[in-house]
């Protein structure tokens, strides 16, 4: 099994490098996240790995006081909280990973806390907004209607756009109105469609997949070249239509997602349910909608209210 990224830096030495190349094969093969994070994890370790070759020391031998000064240097030299935070957290699990190996006795982060920051309140669209950018593509053309399709499952059922890309045609079951998802960590979930996303699924299929069928192949929604399109091209697609709907706010496939969420929130959706959709695995990820309903309520008091 190869690591996540294409290539070692050559600066770093032999010994990091191996234990780097284990760390990502283990969250690949035992911990089934993706190459897209597990890349992530690579960059910070790499980073520290790199700090602390310039003073002699290395990977298997970092205490606590080399990561406090390498989180304090990037801080110092312009880095944001959140970016140290990210990175302590990829120290951690790297060396419960070489705790766990018996390659180090002790933890050097066990007792570092993490940096303080706030939790910032995820972008997301007002109904009324939603309702135009789904309205946005020109239904008449084959990538019209896919997209339409497109836009409808991703609001409709609040997947990550990992999810709506991957989608094969066998996880969607129009006759009983669920697509099977699998979401991080390969856990799968089953998400009800509502009549809006079955009809569009059904008009795309109808009428617009066979011409984009170049080849055999299972995928749903399918590439001018008839393949599994990319996250990075469905985002483009998105801004494509915020701009012709008019839409000035952030736009991304993750903000459909959220104005899934927050919207069910919005009309008294308990958030037990809310979290089984999303795929959530702690109830206290699920818990931001509430902020951002509240947020909303706020707004609209201010605005409205001849006393706001």
């Known amino acids: 099994m190869q690591s996540a990224s294409k290539e070692e830096s050559p600066l770093l030495d032999a010994g990091s490098r191996r234990l780097l190349l284990q760390f990502s094969d283990m969250l690949l093969i035992e911990r089934g996240l993706s190459k897209h994070t597990v890349s992530a994890y690579e960059s910070d370790i790499k980073l520290f790995a790199l700090h ?47 705790l766990r190996e018996h390659v180090i006795s002790v933890d050097p982060t066990l007792l570092i806390d993490s940096p303080s920051i706030g939790r910032p309140l995820p972008s997301t669209l007002s109904e009324s907004e939603v309702r135009k950018l789904l309205n946005a593509p020109v239904v008449s053309t084959d990538i019209g209607l896919r997209d339409r399709a497109m836009l409808e499952v991703l609001y409709g059922c609040g997947l990550r756009v990992s999810e709506l890309v991957s989608l094969n045609v066998d996880q969607v079951n129009l006759q009983q109105g669920v697509v099977r998802v699998w979401g991080k960590g390969n856990k799968e979930r089953l998400v009800p469609m509502g009549e809006a996303s079955i009809d569009w699924i059904r008009r795309y299929n109808r009428n617009a997949r066979e011409n984009l069928l170049k080849r055999v192949s299972s995928t749903l929604f399918l590439s001018l070249r008839g393949r599994e399109m990319t996250r990075q091209s469905f985002w483009h697609r998105i801004k494509v239509y915020g701009i012709a709907a008019g839409i000035s706010a952030h736009l991304s496939p993750h903000t459909l997602r959220h104005a899934f969420a927050t919207h069910l929130v919005n009309h008294d959706a308990d958030l037990r349910v809310v979290q089984l959709l999303l795929g959530h695995s702690d109830l206290s990820t699920t818990q931001i909608y509430t902020h951002v309903a509240r947020e909303r309520l706020k707004y609209l008091h201010a605005r409205h209210h001849p006393r706001g």
């Open 52 to 98: 602390l070759q310039t003073a002699g020391g290395s990977l298997k031998t970092a205490g606590r006081a080399d990561i406090m000064a390498f989180l304090g240097s990037r801080v110092s030299s312009g880095g944001s909280a959140r970016s140290a935070a990210r990175m302590l957290s990829a120290l951690r699990r790297f060396y419960r990973y070489l």
